[in-house]
C-alpha cells in the first residue's frame, strides 16, 4: 500500500483519488459491484477527516478531525453498510449535546426527548412542539437532508415542506428575539453554529435542526476506539470485494492515473481545480474558482488527568459541548471571525469521547477535543481562548491539562487539502452553496470531461462522514459506465460473500 505514484501498469473500471468517508464509501459500492476499484490517497493513512492518532503521547488516541458520528447510524448509506456488522461499537452518550452558561445552569439534548423537554422548564413545551414532529419522523428528515437535492423531487416531499416550515418559522423567530434568557434559544443557537454560518440564517437553522433530531433520534454516538474504526470497516470490505488501496499515493495530474473507465475524484473545488486542470475546460475552472470557502478552525486536543469539572449538571454525560455562554456571545464570536478576527471569547465546540470510551487514554487519564472558528487560513495558536472558555464552565479544569496539541487552520489545510485554508466544512455553508453544492451553475459529481467525476464534503449533501457523496455519485457511475440500474444500497444489504478472503489492509 505505500506507493509513490499509481501504478500505471494495472487498468482499473474506476479509480477512486482520496480515501475520505465518501472515496471510501463510493469504493465500497464499486467494489460490491464486482468492478476493479483502487483507491490512491496523498496520506500515509487512509480516512480523511476520520482518522485517529496517538497525537500527543503512545496510547493516548485522539481523532484527528472528526469524532462524534450522528450520521454513522443515521445516514441512508451507512445504515445500508452497518458499521456494527463491521465491528465497529457505537458508544451513545446519555446526552448528545449540553451547552452551559454562567451561572452553573445548562441545556442538555438528552438522547431521551420527555427528559429533554422536563429540564428546559418553561421552554420545555416549544423544545417539543419544533424537535416532536422531526424526531418521530427522523428517517424522512435524514432522507432529506442526505438528498443529492439536484431536482425538485427531494423539496416537494411532506417530510420537506414540514422540515422547510420549521426551518423558516425559527430562523424567523430567532432573528426575531434579542433576549438572552432562553436556554433553548442557546441550545439551538450552538448547534447551527455547527454549519460555521450566521445561526440565524436559514442554512446554519437547517443545519441545526438536522442534528437537533439526531441528538433525540439516534444520539451523537462516538466509536469505541475512535473514528478510525469506521474507516477501517470501510477499507476492510474494500479489500474483501477485490479493491485495491494505495497510500502515500499522491495525485498531482490526473493523467497519470492507470487507465481507468471513471475517476472518482474525492476532492474539493480548490484541489480538483489542480489535479485535473490540464483536462478541465477553462470556463469550468473558471466557475470552480467562484467556491467560496468559510471560516476556518483552530484544533485543540488535550490530555487530562481527570475527567473536567463542569460546573452544570448534565454536562459530564453529554459527548458534545458547546462553550460560549447565551446567544448574544454565541452572534458576537461569530461577526467577529466573519470581520476577519479572533475573538477573545470564541464558540469551541469540544467532545469529551472519555464519557464513554475509556479505551482512549491509560485509567484515569482522559481526552478531549476542541474546536473553535478563526478567519481562513490562520495561522493563530488561539488554544488560550480556547482553555479559557472551558475553564469558565469548569473552574479547576486547567489544573488537569497535561499537554496539548495544537493544529492552526493553516495546519488543518495543510494536513488535507480538501480543508482549504482550514475550512473544516470544505466550504462555506451559505443558503446557495447548501442547496445547490458545489455551488450554482456547478453539477455536483459530474464534470466537462466524460468518466471524471467528483464527489467529497463540497458536493450533496456536505460535510461530515456520512458516505452520502460516494453513494450519489457510485450511483451515477454504475448506472452510465457499468449499465448497473436502481439502487447501489442493494448492494450492502444482502451479505455478499467475499470474493478476496485472505486480502489485508496495508498489502
Ligand atoms: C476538526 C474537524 C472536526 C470535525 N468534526 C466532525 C464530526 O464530529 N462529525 C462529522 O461527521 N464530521 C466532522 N468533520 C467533518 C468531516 O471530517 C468531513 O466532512 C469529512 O471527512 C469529509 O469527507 P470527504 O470524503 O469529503 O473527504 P476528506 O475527509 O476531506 O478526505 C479526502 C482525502 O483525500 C486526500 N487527498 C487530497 N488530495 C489528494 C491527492 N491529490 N491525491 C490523493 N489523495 C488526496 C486527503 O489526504 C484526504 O485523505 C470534522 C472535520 C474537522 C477537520
Known amino acids: 500500500m505505500r506507493r509513490r505514484g499509481p501504478s500505471r501498469t494495472a487498468d482499473y473500471d474506476v479509480s477512486v483519488v482520496g480515501s475520505g468517508p465518501n ?19 496523498a496520506a500515509t493513512e487512509l480516512g480523511g477527516g476520520a482518522r485517529t492518532t496517538e497525537l500527543i503521547s503512545p496510547g493516548v488516541w485522539h481523532d484527528v478531525c472528526s469524532s462524534a458520528h450522528p450520521m454513522g447510524l443515521a445516514s441512508p448509506f451507512m445504515r445500508a453498510f452497518d458499521l ?29 426527548l420527555d427528559r429533554t423537554v422536563d429540564g ?25 437532508a442526505m438528498a443529492d437535492l439536484r431536482g425538485p423531487r427531494g423539496l416537494t416531499s411532506t417530510a420537506a415542506v414540514r422540515f422547510g416550515a420549521r426551518v423558516a418559522y425559527q430562523s424567523r423567530s430567532m432573528r426575531r428575539t434579542r433576549s438572552d434568557e432562553s436556554i433553548a434559544g442557546d441550545m439551538l443557537t450552538g448547534v447551527n453554529l455547527h454549519a460555521a454560518v450566521p445561526p440565524q440564517t ?7 435542526l438536522v442534528l ?18 469506521i474507516v477501517a470497516a470501510l477499507a476492510q470490505d474494500i479489500l474483501r470485494h477485490g479493491g485495491e488501496l494505495f497510500t502515500d499515493c499522491r495525485v498531482d495530474d490526473v493523467r497519470d492515473l492507470p ?12 484541489v480538483i481545480a489542480r489535479t485535473a486542470r490540464p483536462v478541465l475546460p477553462a470556463p469550468y475552472l473558471r466557475k470552480l474558482s467562484r467556491f467560496r470557502y468559510g471560516p476556518g478552525a483552530c484544533k485543540v486536543d488535550l490530555l487530562l488527568s481527570g475527567p473536567v469539572p463542569w460546573l452544570a449538571d448534565g454536562c459530564d454525560r453529554a459527548g458534545t459541548l458547546h462553550l460560549v455562554g447565551g446567544r448574544e456571545a454565541a452572534l458576537a464570536a461569530a461577526r467577529t471571525v466573519a470581520a476577519g478576527a479572533h ?23 482522559h481526552t478531549l477535543s476542541a474546536y473553535c472558528h478563526v478567519p481562513l487560513g490562520s495561522d493563530v495558536d488561539v488554544s488560550e481562548a480556547v482553555l479559557d472558555q472551558i475553564e469558565r464552565f469548569a473552574p479547576g479544569f486547567r489544573d488537569l491539562v497535561v499537554a496539548r496539541h ?16 482550514g475550512d473544516i466544512l470544505s466550504g462555506a455553508l451559505s443558503l446557495g452553496q447548501l442547496v445547490r453544492r458545489p455551488r450554482p451553475g456547478v453539477a455536483a459529481f459530474s464534470t466537462p470531461v466524460a468518466g471524471l467525476y467528483h464527489c467529497s464534503a463540497a458536493t450533496p449533501p456536505g460535510p461530515g462522514v456520512h458516505g452520502m457523496a460516494g453513494f450519489h455519485v457510485a450511483r451515477r457511475v454504475l448506472r452510465r459506465h457499468f449499465g448497473l440500474t436502481g439502487d447501489p444500497l442493494r448492494l450492502l444489504r444482502p451479505a455478499a460473500p467475499p470474493e478476496h478472503d485472505s486480502a489485508q489492509p496495508g498489502r
Request: hydrophobic residues 45%; proline residues 8%; aromatic residues 6%.
Open 23 to 41: 472515496g471510501l464509501a463510493a469504493a465500497v459500492l464499486f467494489a460490491r459491484a464486482g468492478l476493479r476499484v483502487a483507491v490512491y490517497e
Open 84 to 112: 456494527s456488522a463491521h465491528g465497529v461499537t457505537m458508544l451513545r452518550p446519555d446526552a448528545a449535546y449540553a451547552h452551559p452558561v454562567d451561572g452553573g445552569r445548562a441545556g442538555v439534548a438528552w438522547n431521551d
Open 120 to 144: 428546559l422548564g418553561a421552554d420545555g413545551p416549544r423544545w417539543r412542539a419544533l424537535l416532536a414532529p422531526l424526531v418521530a419522523d427522523w428517517t424522512d428528515v435524514v432522507e432529506l
Open 202 to 208: 436559514l442554512a446554519g437553522t437547517a443545519v441545526g
Open 212 to 229: 437537533a433530531t439526531l441528538a433525540h433520534a439516534v444520539g451523537w454516538p462516538i466509536p469505541r476506539g475512535g473514528s478510525r474504526t
Open 259 to 270: 487507465p481507468s473507465t471513471a475517476v472518482v475524484l474525492n476532492l474539493t473545488p480548490a
Open 343 to 365: 475573538p477573545e471569547r470564541p464558540y469551541v465546540l469540544l467532545t469529551q469521547p472519555g464519557v464513554v470510551d475509556d479505551s482512549r487514554a491509560p485509567e484515569g487519564r
Open 406 to 421: 495544537v493544529q492552526t487552520a493553516a495546519t488543518l489545510a495543510r494536513y488535507n487539502e480538501n480543508f482549504s485554508g
